[in-house]
């Protein structure tokens, strides 16, 4: 069940993700597009009969702030670690996403990367 709108999502997220020094897109063994960065997963998407499924690693703090926002849910099997999950995410969430990934990738990536990604990206 390919809809245009989970690929124009898939292409958003490939935009964010591989933006990020080094990241990279594979499809692991159920299917699912995971982007990954010195080999650690920092997102995982896929498709279920309920559309687009998008899933990101993250703290248990901000996991927890998130959880508080009816969109968001915690991620089946790995949820416990962190990872929070959103369901066919629309055009304003995706201003909150990339902040989201970016985080995600900072958590996954190695010391030299985040003092890259942020010397690069002074706030």
Known sequence: ???????SMLENLRTICLAMPEAVELIDGFGHNTFKINGKSFVISGESDKGFN????????????????????????????????????QGEDWDELTDLLQEAYLRAAPKRLVKQWNELHKK
Request: charged share 20%; hydrophobic share 35%.
């Open 1 to 7: 069940m390919k809809s245009q709108n989970a690929a």
């Open 54 to 89: 998008l899933s990101f690693k993250s703290d248990r703090e901000t996991q927890e702030l998130l959880l508080q926002k009816e969109y968001f849910f915690k991620t089946p099997y790995i949820g416990q670690h962190g990872w929070v999950s959103i369901q066919n995410p």
